[in-house]
């Protein structure tokens, strides 16, 4: 039995032959103690003394020994024969696998063979599913395949029984696997094809059914009855516009998808010859949208143009009946008051001016568009257009008459006051008969006249308008043109008293017009003087930069000034000397006082104007720094603000934008150093130059300096926070990475459909290929553990996170350790 060349003729007998074989082996098994018994049996034999006469020690010795020689023979024939048979089972179990992986190929190459590719886009992607399905199922026999393939070529390169059918066998499996890979996806691209074709159509069919409804809606006769329904169908009809267009990306994608339709759906009916007529449907609707679109605009205009005519009209009726109805008085007081009541008038006017111009380019524009409603436009238009120019015309026939009547009035008025004015001159004039005798009298006289001749240059250019405003008068109004010129000769006989009674005093004064001439100049030296001296005396202080600024500006101006006095400085002392030279009466003493005086006040002028100039000086300078400190305070606070508020992210790629953001904001900060020593330096020249501020300034430069350095010592200190997070959330992820994977991997472990009792060989031997990956992914574990305590020990304030990830890692890979021990020991 044991020598038995029958070795099965497929699994199921190998198998068979394999229980009769255990049972074989039991039974030989069975047979050492009975063998063992008789070798110990055999020595009792042997021994003499034992109350019977042994046999011949030697014949017992051989047969004892041959049995045992025998039972091993046995035995080793046994080993043989189970090796034998594993091997034919192995053989067996790679045709059995074999087979029936042809047979599932065999079956999916004939569902794979089938034209049916769907009738509809619903259907077509139902079998779409199906064939992702397959492709699932085809990608999980993958694995299983090759290991039975490798296991028929490890059969093949042992040489054993069955090799070269087995290398056929692989070889066989090999190119139909290739060649169901080729139809799966020959399948997958016509079910695409068939797909993308359905899907083309379905969308085809939409956008036609769109494009009915909306060729309803745009070709709607509705235009309103009024201007509030009309502007209600324009806000629907841009509406149905904007979803016009919307439609065109769609419909070009439909251009598209026609294009990429394979040449055996391209002459479908329905097909090729169904975008050009949908593309004319789309024009069309586009050129009916436009069409009402228009129409709706001129519906809306007209309906506008007819209401602002309307409200333009009645204007024009109400004020033409106050016009008709006013009459120009001939009082000054109640032509002011018509007067303002046409100011208010004119803006009114300018107004509907501008409403009347918009009617008519709304009608202009509909007289191009609308040709359904040419006479309503033009008679709406015209009449507008005629009564406006009625109404302006009458408007300026009254506003004219008005002017005149106030024109007179005003002409008369002036002519009152200028005589007045006139006679109040030649009074003082004459009041000044009795000085110019001697110094006093001059002096006075000088004091009289001072303001005499700039008076007289503006009396004259009174009277010279009021001759040029009777001309003109005269010539607009020749009824009342005697009274017009009566009034101005009139004028003009005063004046020209005026001017004799001027001459005849200047003529009086003969030798003491000099003299005059030097005290007028002297006054107005020491007025211009004493101003000066005031204006450069103030104690003010700028309190702002601006201020500063045009103060500084007009103490320049004041030197320029001084400086272009001095000629008429020295010009004045030569002819003071002069008059006053020899003389000992009281008025020639005083005089002499004036002038020293005079000296004593142009050399206190420059001393002044120095110790104003010093003082603006440092002002401004004072008044940029603060400018400069309030900008730089400014960038502190923002640096604290940015400090105090930066957080630590919790994400990695948090993390590492946080560290960029803080290494540009402290490249920011160095660059606003540069300020900062500016603003310390412009500070302390203050305060050497001895500043009325400098114990503010000195404050200021010690904030600055201090709150910067606290800024970049807060900010490097940020900074190795934000690196020791930066690093941490590294770690953190690589852990979550870690997690992720045990998760992943735990799933599989936990896999119980291992309970059911198919396939568990190929089960197995996935189970191991699982674990060989566990433990070939330790490292990764023990790389992260390494990680982690290096990070403690630079880091110990990270060491509680860092430690807790860890012990977490390590008990989740302990558990899954456990876990596939687990589940390898119940396969």
């Known amino acids: 039995r044991l020598q038995s060349q029958d070795l099965g003729k497929h699994l199921h007998g190998v198998d068979d032959l394999l229980q009769i074989h255990a049972l074989v082996e039991a039974d030989i098994a069975a047979q050492a103690e009975r063998v063992r018994a008789v070798s110990a049996a055999a020595q009792r034999f042997a021994v003499p003394g034992e109350g019977y006469q042994p046999c011949e020690p030697a014949a017992v010795r051989e047969r004892v020994a041959t049995l045992e020689l025998r039972y091993r023979e046995l035995a080793e024939l046994a080993g043989q024969r189970r090796a034998r048979l594993e091997e034919s089972r ?27 590719v769907g009738r509809d886009l619903t259907s077509s992607l139902r079998l779409l599913s199906q064939h992702d399905a397959f492709r699932g199922e085809l990608s999980g026999r993958a694995g299983p395949l090759e290991q039975a393939l490798a296991r028929g070529r490890g059969l093949a390169a042992e040489g054993r029984l069955g090799a070269a059918e087995v290398a056929e066998r692989v070889r066989e499996m090999e190119g139909r696997w290739r060649a169901l890979a080729e139809l799966a996806a020959e399948r997958e691209r016509r079910l695409r094809e068939a797909a993308g074709f359905f899907q083309f159509q379905a969308e085809a069919a939409d956008t036609e059914a769109w494009l009915e409804d909306a060729l309803r809606l745009a070709s709607s006769p509705e235009l309103g009855h009024d201007e509030y329904s009309t502007r209600s169908l324009a806000r629907q009809h841009r509406e149905v516009q904007e979803e016009v267009r919307s439609h065109r990306p769609a419909i070009d994608a439909l251009h598209e998808q026609a294009r990429a339709l394979p040449p055996a759906f391209t002459d479908v009916p329905g097909a090729a010859g169904r975008l050009p007529a949908l593309e004319r449907r789309y024009q069309e609707l586009a050129a009916r949208a436009e069409h009402r679109r228009q129409d709706l605009q001129d519906a809306l205009s007209l309906y506008t143009m007819r209401s602002e005519a309307d409200a333009c009209g009645l204007w024009v009726g109400e004020k033409e009946q106050w016009l008709h109805a006013m009459r120009v008085p001939d009082k000054l007081e109640d032509l002011e008051v018509v007067q303002q009541r046409f100011e208010t008038l004119e803006p009114e006017m300018n107004n509907l001016a501008s409403r009347v111009a918009a009617v008519n380019r709304i009608a202009d524009q509909l007289l191009a568009t609308d040709q359904r409603n040419q006479e309503s436009i033009r008679a709406t238009r015209e009449q507008l257009n005629a009564r406006w120019e009625r109404f302006r015309a009458l408007a300026d026939q009254k506003k004219e008459a008005l002017t005149s009547a106030l024109n007179i009035q005003n002409y008369h008025l002036e002519c009152n006051e200028t005589t007045s004015w006139m006679r109040e001159k030649t009074k003082v004039i004459e009041s000044t008969q009795g000085l110019g005798n001697d110094l006093a009298g001059v002096m006075a006289l000088q004091r009289k006249l ?81 101003r000066t001296q005031t204006a450069v005396a103030s104690e003010d202080v700028p309190a702002t930069l601006a201020e500063a600024e045009r103060l500084l500006s007009q103490h320049e101006s004041i030197r320029k000034e001084i400086a272009h006095y001095g000629d008429d400085y020295r010009s004045t002392r030569a002819v003071g000397r002069e008059v006053t030279q020899g003389q000992t009466d009281a008025q020639h003493v005083f005089l002499h006082q004036r002038l020293e005086a005079l000296d004593t006040g142009w050399e206190e002028l420059g001393r002044m104007w120095e110790n104003r100039h010093h003082l603006l000086s440092q002002a401004f300078a004072f008044q940029l720094f603060l400018r400069d400190s309030k900008q730089v ?22 993390a590492e934008a946080s560290v960029k953001k803080h290494e540009d904001f402290m490249a920011t900060m160095e660059a606003n150093g540069e300020r900062v020593q500016g603003l310390v330096a412009a500070g302390r020249k203050l305060v050497a130059e001895g500043s009325l501020h400098a114990d503010k300034v000195q404050e200021t430069v010690d904030s600055v300096e201090s709150r910067h350095q606290r800024n970049r010592d807060t900010a490097q200190e940020l900074l190795g926070r934000l690196r020791d997070n930066w690093e941490l959330q590294r770690f953190l992820q690589d852990g979550q990475e870690l997690t992720l994977w045990i998760n992943e991997k735990m799933l599989t472990a936990q896999d119980v459909s291992y309970e059911e009792a198919r396939n568990l060989h190929t089960k197995w031997q996935k189970h191991q290929a699982f674990a060989a990956e566990l433990a070939a992914n330790k490292g990764w574990l023990e790389k992260m553990e390494k990680e982690g305590q290096q990070l403690a020990s630079v880091k110990p304030e990270l060491g509680t996170v860092v430690t807790e990830k860890l012990a977490a890692l390590r008990g989740l890979w302990d558990e899954l350790e456990s876990t596939t021990r687990t589940k390898a020991r119940r396969l």
Not at 90 to 116: C, I, V
Not at 460 to 484: C, N, T, W, Y
């Open 633 to 654: 305070e400014g960038v502190l606070s923002t640096q604290e603000y940015a400090l105090s508020h930066t957080e630590m992210p919790s994400t990695l790629p948090g």
């Open 90 to 116: 192995r053989l067996w179990k790679f045709f059995w696998d074999t087979g029936e992986e042809e047979a599932w190929m065999r079956e999916q190459e004939r569902l794979l063979s089938s034209e049916d």
């Open 450 to 530: 001072s303001g005499m001749e700039r008076d007289l240059e503006a009396i004259q250019g009174k009277v010279r308008d009021l001759r040029a405003e009777a001309e003109k008068l005269a010539a607009e109004h020749p009824e009342q043109a005697p009274a017009i010129l009566a009034r101005l000769s009139a004028i003009e006989a005063v004046w020209d008293e005026l001017c004799r009674s001027l001459r005849r005093r200047e003529e009086s004064l003969g030798e003491a017009s000099k003299l005059q001439g030097f005290l007028r100049d002297l006054a107005a030296f020491q007025a211009w003087l004493s």
